[in-house]
């Protein structure tokens, strides 16, 4: 899955970044309906924005 291999290469800018990113990892690893709203643990995104090069991007985390 090309999004956990974006999310281990992710350099955290402080501790709550590196906790974060390590439950993210367990349950995108654990969880078959995490991006499912109805799951406990669950993922979304109100944006995603790509450069015009498509090498550069910006999630928001909310």
Known sequence: ???????????????????????????????????DRSSLAHMTCSIWTVDPAKTQTLMVFH
């Not at 974006?6 to 309906?33: G, H, K, M, T, W």
């Open 1 to 35: 899955m090309p999004l956990i291999s974006d999310i281990r290469a992710y350099q955290p800018f402080n501790q709550q970044e590196i906790a974060d990113r390590q439950v993210i990892l367990e349950q995108l690893e654990s969880n078959p309906r995490v991006f």
